[in-house]
Nanobody, 124 residues
Framework: EVQLVESGGNLVQAGGSLRLSCSAS????????IGWFRQAPGKEREVVSC????????YYADSVKGRFTISRDNAKNTVYMQMNSLKPEDTAVYYC?????????????????WGQGTQVTVSS
């Protein structure tokens, strides 16, 4: 059974920090790019970051560059996203997802497996 489970979402004040975790099982974790997406109420789901399985290259949306850092620990089948200098506009449900796409996957349609999401709320 394929499973991706997010954790670490919370309520935090603007300027604060959180670290999200995504634990994976049921597939060959080392072969997949792992991405983080977020969806705010009434808005489309958007890519936040992703990290490749091959060379560890990363991608970040312009809105989070310099504030968020994605990393992975293949020995633990886990991906992390450190979020610093949080802003109210970062408020959303955050999802992790896995893609076997050879090219850098920046669209949600390119991901095969999805977690259930974790809520991040940033107060002003």
């Amino acid at each position: 059974e394929v499973q991706l489970v997010e954790s670490g979402g919370n309520l935090v004040q603007a300027g604060g920090s959180l670290r999200l975790s995504c634990s994976a099982s049921g597939f060959t974790f080392d072969d997949y790019t792992i991405g983080w997406f977020r969806q705010a109420p009434g808005k489309e789901r958007e890519v936040v970051s992703c990290i490749s399985s091959s060379d560890g290259s990363t991608y970040y949306a312009d809105s989070v560059k310099g504030r968020f850092t994605i990393s992975r620990d293949n020995a633990k089948n886990t991906v992390y996203m450190q979020m610093n200098s949080l802003k109210p506009e970062d408020t959303a449900v955050y999802y992790c997802a896995a893609s076997s796409e050879i090219r850098r996957p920046v669209l949600s349609s390119m991901y095969e497996y999805w977690g259930q999401g974790t809520q991040v709320t940033v107060s002003s």
